[in-house]
């Protein structure tokens, strides 16, 4: 089997987001951050025979650039990379099933009805990952109220993108005037920088109250969920509160209280939780601040 230029670009992409990586058998790549605020997906020209567990996918690419054109055999328990004309050969274990990246194939993200889409192309969005100082620091070297930020910003009949300083509002370093029609919905949808790791390209963008969808437009079948930042963001006349479901999940909503945030998520159906990563294993609610 042979992966394409453009696969291997995608796999080398979402390792970079997270380093465990995991295929289901089919045609279809998916990654999901460790902090489950970025969810990707791909489609894919090959089809995978087994589900294929990489525990360190960076490591895996290390092994297949060793090769100028290799053929892969994926089996249940090791990838055999071979040199098409037979002169090398490398064997990967694949990790046990399900001890890296969730399996997030499983659940989907509701699309609330309230939205509206803006085409970014690739010029502007290169510009904006400069603003926004993608490779200049380390994410290690800074919290994430230190962390730039792109706020998407509607009045109802104009939509601004700017990068800011921090999760406020203020200290704004560059914006653009997007021409794009936002239905009459006025919101403030504050995406940390962080969590904005797309490949470069032309993107059309939905925007919604609780995460933004970014679909590639410039060659790739390729889609980001990214969650915005809830203490800071704002839809109408309600903010975006993050209810904390157990002591893992965490599910963000609109609201115009603690009390009406709370009300809403007791309301919901498993299958709505969003960007969680498992199920709602107990009944113990909290409104974070």
């Known amino acids: 089997m042979k992966l394409s230029k453009e696969t291997i670009n995608i796999i080398k992409h979402f390792a970079k987001i997270n380093r465990g990586f995991a295929v289901e058998p089919g045609n279809v790549l998916r990654t999901l951050a460790p902090n489950m605020a970025l969810?990707?997906?791909?489609?894919?020209?090959?089809?995978?025979?087994?589900?294929?567990?990489?525990?360190?996918?960076?490591?895996?690419?290390?092994?297949?650039?060793?090769?100028?054109?290799?053929?892969?055999?994926?089996?249940?328990?090791?990838?055999?990379?071979?040199?098409?004309?037979?002169?090398?050969?490398?064997?990967?274990?694949?990790?046990?099933?399900?001890?890296?990246?969730?399996?997030?194939?499983?659940?989907?993200?509701?699309?609330?009805?309230?939205?509206?889409?803006?085409?970014?192309?690739?010029?502007q969005w290169q510009t904006l990952g400069q603003a926004l100082g993608f490779g200049a620091l380390k994410k290690k070297h800074r919290d994430r109220w230190q962390s730039k930020t792109l706020i998407i910003k509607s009045d109802g009949e104009s939509v601004v993108v700017g990068v800011h300083g921090g999760l406020s509002s203020g200290n704004e370093e560059y914006a653009v005037r997007i021409d794009a029609n936002p239905q009459g919905q006025e919101c403030t949808v504050v995406l940390n920088a962080d969590n904005l790791f797309l490949m470069s390209?032309?993107?059309?963008?939905?925007?919604?109250?609780?995460?933004?969808?970014?679909?590639?437009?410039?060659?790739?079948?390729?889609?980001?969920?990214?969650?915005?930042?809830?203490?800071?963001?704002?839809?109408?006349?309600?903010?975006?509160?993050?209810?904390?479901?157990?002591?893992?999940?965490?599910?963000?909503?609109?609201?115009?209280?603690?009390?009406?945030?709370?009300?809403?998520?007791?309301?919901?159906?498993?299958?709505?939780v969003q960007f969680a990563a498992s199920a709602r294993t107990c009944a113990e609610y909290k409104v974070l601040p």
Request: hydrophobic letters at 40%; aromatic letters at 10%.
């Open 39 to 123: 969810y990707a997906e791909a489609v894919i020209t090959e089809t995978f025979p087994v589900e294929v567990t990489l525990s360190d996918a960076r490591e895996f690419l290390r092994i297949v650039s060793l090769f100028s054109d290799p053929d892969f055999d994926f089996g249940p328990v090791w990838i055999s990379i071979c040199e098409s004309d037979g002169t090398a050969r490398a064997k990967y274990a694949n990790a046990e099933i399900g001890s890296v990246t969730p399996n997030v194939g499983k659940k989907r993200l509701k699309v609330p009805h309230e939205q509206f889409a803006l085409d970014v192309s690739e010029s």
């Open 201 to 272: 390209g032309a993107y059309r963008i939905t925007v919604m109250p609780t995460f933004a969808q970014f679909i590639n437009t410039s060659g790739y079948n390729l889609v980001y969920f990214v969650a915005s930042e809830p203490r800071c963001s704002s839809w109408g006349g309600r903010r975006e509160y993050q209810v904390r479901v157990g002591h893992t999940c965490h599910i963000a909503v609109q609201a115009r209280s603690h009390e009406e945030a709370e009300a809403l998520v007791r309301q919901m159906q498993v299958d709505d």
